[in-house]
């Protein structure tokens, strides 16, 4: 399982996925990547979540299959840790992030 994450105008996403279907002898479903807040995170999980970023973040990240785990920091204007990815996956993320925090 995995993604290939293709963006611009509607014309050149499917000539894009058609080259790639056919140069990889794979098959690609188009499939809207959803955005999931976090909001319910209490600060001093935030907190524990920002200590460990990397290792966690890329942990759940490939474990999921996410396309990005945003979270907020000096580097950005975020309020909450917003996932990225197929519905089913990132909900399946937001519960392992409350069991590792």
């Known amino acids: 399982k995995g993604y290939v994450q293709i ?3 509607a014309k050149a996403v499917e000539e894009c996925r058609a080259h790639v279907e056919q140069r990889l002898k794979v098959r690609l479903t ?3 990547f959803s955005r ?3 909001s319910e ?3 001093g ?3 524990k979540l920002r200590a460990n970023r990397y290792e966690l973040v890329n942990k759940i990240q490939s474990t999921h299959f996410l ?3 945003l979270v907020p920091g000096r580097e950005n204007q975020l309020t909450s840790v917003v996932l990225v990815g197929l519905e089913p996956d990132c ?3 937001r519960e392992q992030i409350r ?3």
Do not use: D, K, M, N
């Open 36 to 38: 999931f807040s976090l």
């Open 91 to 93: 909900v399946a993320a």
């Open 45 to 47: 999980l935030l907190g």
């Open 67 to 69: 396309g990005e785990i």
């Open 30 to 32: 188009p499939t809207p």
């Open 7 to 9: 963006s611009g105008e």
């Open 41 to 43: 995170l209490a600060p």
């Open 99 to 101: 069991v590792e925090l």
